[in-house]
């Protein structure tokens, strides 16, 4: 009997951890409301992301929306761009 070849999950080009295209999302929803919101409400804040994680299709985690709430509503504000 001939021994079974290992399998590898590792793919030409580079390996990326389960999950990471959840991440990339997460990072996108998050980025986008610290250009809005900052400065604002935690709530409003937090509400925010949490939309914006259902409309990129990810489902909130409520500790990592905090977290992220209270680190965008301490930053301050950005002024007008009025070029």
Not at 51 to 80: C, H, K, M, T, W
């Amino acid at each position: 009997m001939e021994a079974i070849a290992p399998i590898s999950n590792a793919r030409s080009g580079g390996y990326r951890t389960a999950g990471w295209q959840q991440q990339v999302r997460v990072d996108y929803a998050v980025n986008k409301i610290m250009q809005t919101h900052r400065g604002h409400n935690e709530d409003q804040v937090a509400q925010a992301i949490h939309d914006q994680l259902r409309a990129v299709g990810v489902v909130p985690n409520g500790r990592q929306i905090a977290q992220y709430a209270a680190a965008i509503s301490a930053l301050p504000e950005l002024p007008p761009n009025n070029k």
